[in-house]
């Protein structure tokens, strides 16, 4: 199909100093947890975007010298000629494609502990670290700053060499030259402490300095964050934002501006909506006539277009949309908008890379998995064995719609089969709850991809038994029948049935989900520790309820820290008058009151209440799958070949785990897998 001209604007080239874009699709800096630890994964990632149509493809933080680096968690780095090569093999990949290659140069200041180099970390005036660490920083002195500036010039050379188009000065993030320019961290009596101009001197000369070092082939970019959500006590966008764009107006190549920290940057959609940096960002481009670059999970082409006309952004910059789907471009291109595979603002990228571990997505569940598994978000391995069978598939939740739709696109015939009319599973049920709606996109992708294929059938309102499954007369069964909240309390602190669970109004989240009548005062006892005991909590508290939190957690939904949401989270809840009872275990339940241990002491504390809803654990719905395992003639009557157990009635998880459950089994349906091999490339430094 044509592209729709009114998208036409997306596409127009954009000149960066010595360089142009093909187009206004600018991925901006984002981290894979690959780092130079692992580049072929790394450089594979990035080769995708490119093909996927992206004007500018940018690297992860790359740490331009030892003395920043940020150990457990993997970044790049142009350390030396090694590294030089390292990146080269992604610039190389990217070019391959069309796109510019950018590098994101960072020194991290007082967020570097340096826990494996041991080198001395450094800030503007001798702080402690950002994060909680028992060993402070040191303030830099006139060496020291001399020193970063050559870091600067040095690693731009090397990012030069590795042949780079667009060079960054990075003061976003809270990092080194940011650190500069906030008076948290500034307390200064020199030239570069005191008034904006000074806290903004070091800032300036190290664009100087990379524009003298490279700016004759590369665009020296910027990066900064404008305001730190923290009024008064940190940067502001009409005080120091405003200050800083005005001195450095026409100096950068260009802006990329966005928010402080991460979790205001890369706000999940249960606290920020698309575009949602806009209030702090939109001035930029007023106070200068270079590019600039802005943020805010942009998956929606006319919402882009409308930030390009209005003047806000020149360049529609993504981290997360160009992750759940690397293909946003291209596929506007071609006129196949609806065939984006939108970001829900989960966050889970973001879980991945707080856990220093390669990057995951919800929506996408081939990303990080391009080079060791060989899978291409868009295109599925062709079919293989079976190639003339016909498949079930038996729920249609995450994993049962993804497994279907990657099935299908193999070429395999599909049956999808579910008991309720509406296909989705717990994708139609968890949207509704407060902040979840976006969510929903996991299911709306799927569906419109179903609907588009031929070759599944789709069976509503049928509940599959194991005689109307030997009835159906398929030779290969996949279950993907998901899973149901438990009730009797079980879950990460209490490892048998706590008593009394069958006494007066427990409620679990399935049944909030379908509607049960709540009676007050609640507890909801959240032993879950994700997003779920939380979200139960703001629901019942916003209809009225009277709602008191309790989780042995140390603070509530803390699995969500990984998602940057937990803070988030706690604020709201207090704010809106929900009690918390932290660190302690239900105890016992008696249909009025539970006991709830503290657990430190055992100390146990008696709380009064008319409900009690228990988000502990999930059990897996598996009963079928065990059914037809056990009965090996009946299957071999009905002429089943294979049956597999997918997702949550395989392993209770996250969606991102459903949808990737439901993916592998496609991709390995009909392959010939070795149980004794190990299943992807790894990496490895060979000892010769
Ligand atoms: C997984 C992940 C890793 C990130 N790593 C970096 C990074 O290394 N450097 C950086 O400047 N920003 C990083 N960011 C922030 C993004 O560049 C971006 O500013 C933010 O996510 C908001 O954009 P979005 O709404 O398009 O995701 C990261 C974001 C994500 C989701
Ligand atoms: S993990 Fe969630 S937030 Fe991150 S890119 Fe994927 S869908 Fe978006």
Not at 163 to 168: L, S
Request: contains cysteine; aromatic residues 8%; negative net charge.
């Amino acid at each position: 199909m044509p592209r729709n001209p009114r998208y036409d604007i997306l596409f127009e080239p954009v000149r960066i100093g010595p360089v142009t874009a093909r187009n206004r699709f600018y991925q901006v800096p984002h981290c894979t947890g690959m780092g130079y630890d692992l580049p072929h994964s790394v450089s594979r990632l990035r080769e995708l975007k490119s093909e996927g149509l992206w004007g500018v493809v940018n690297t992860e933080y790359c740490s331009m010298h030892w003395s920043s680096e940020d150990a457990p968690y993997r970044l790049c780095a142009l350390w030396d000629e090694n590294d030089v090569k390292t990146q080269s093999l992604t610039v190389e990949k990217i070019k391959r494609h069309g796109a510019l290659a950018g590098v994101e140069l960072w020194h991290g200041g007082n967020h570097s502990p340096n826990k494996w180099s041991r080198e001395t970390p450094l800030s503007p005036s001798g702080s402690t670290q950002h994060a909680v660490f028992p060993m402070q920083t040191r303030a830099m002195d006139r060496a020291d700053i001399r020193n970063l500036r050559k870091w600067q010039v040095d690693a731009a050379k090397r990012a030069k060499r590795a042949g780079f188009d667009i060079v960054y000065v990075y003061a976003g993030h809270g990092y080194l030259p940011f650190q500069f320019i906030t008076k948290r961290w500034n307390q200064r009596g020199d030239e570069y402490g005191g008034a904006i101009e000074n806290r903004a001197r070091l800032l300036r000369e190290m664009i100087e300095d990379t524009k003298d070092a490279v700016g004759d082939t590369c665009a020296v970019a910027v990066r900064l964050a404008v305001d730190e959500l923290m009024g008064p006590d940190g940067v502001q966008a009409a005080e120091e934002g405003e200050a800083v764009i005005s001195l450095l107006a026409e100096l950068p190549d260009l802006w990329d501006v966005n928010i402080s920290y991460v979790e205001n940057d890369s706000m999940s959609s249960r606290f920020g909506a698309e575009a949602h940096q806009e209030k702090f960002t939109g001035f930029v481009k007023k106070l200068t006539t270079k590019p600039v670059v802005g943020v805010g999970r942009f998956t929606s082409p006319d919402t882009m277009v409308d930030q390009v006309k209005r003047g806000i952004l020149d360049f529609i910059g993504a981290a997360r949309p160009s992750i759940a789907d690397p293909f946003i471009p291209l596929k506007i291109n071609e006129g196949r908008e609806e065939d984006i595979r939108e970001c829900i603002g989960c966050n889970i990228c973001r879980a991945q890379n707080n856990s220093g571990v390669p990057i995951r997505c919800t929506q996408n569940p081939t990303i990080g998995e391009e080079y060791r598994r060989g899978w291409h978000p868009e295109i599925m391995n062709p079919k293989n064995g079976f190639a003339d069978e016909a498949v079930l598939v038996v729920g249609a939740g995450p994993a049962g719609l993804e497994c279907a739709m990657s099935l299908a696109r193999r070429g395999y015939d599909v049956a999808l089969a579910d008991a309720s009319r509406e296909l989705g599973g717990r994708l139609n049920r968890e949207p509704k709850l407060p902040g979840l709606a976006a969510w929903v996109r996991v299911r709306d992708y799927r569906l419109g991809q179903i609907a588009k294929l031929s070759n599944i059938e789709i069976f509503r309102e049928s509940r599959m038994d194991r005689d109307a499954i030997y009835e159906a007369g398929f030779p290969h069964v996949i279950l993907a029948t998901g899973a149901s909240w438990r009730r009797d309390g079980i879950g990460h602190n209490n490892f048998l049935a706590v008593p009394g669970m069958d006494q007066g109004r427990v409620l679990t989240p399935d049944d909030i989900m379908a509607g049960a009548a709540v009676e007050g005062p609640v507890i909801v006892y959240d032993d879950d520790q994700y997003y779920m005991g939380g979200v139960i909590a703001e629901k019942l508290r916003a209809e009225g309820h009277d709602v008191t939190l309790v989780t042995p957690g140390t603070d509530v939904s803390n699995w969500s820290f990984f998602t940057d949401e937990q803070f988030k989270t706690q604020a709201k809840l207090m704010k809106m008058g929900v009690r918390l009872l932290l660190t302690h275990r239900l105890a016992a339940w008696a249909g009025d009151h539970g006991l709830f241990a503290c657990n430190y002491t055992g100390e146990q504390k008696r709380l009064a209440a008319a409900t009690l809803v228990s988000v502990t654990s999930r059990q897996a719905n598996d009963a079928l799958f065990l059914e037809l395992k056990a009965d090996e003639a009946g299957r071999e009557a009905a002429g089943i070949k294979t049956i597999r157990n997918v997702g949550d009635s395989d392993v209770p998880g996250a969606i991102v785990h459903a949808v990737y459950a439901g993916h592998k089994a496609a991709r390995e349906f009909g392959e010939v897998i070795d149980p004794d091999q190990f299943p992807f490339k790894r990496e490895l430094v060979f000892v010769k």
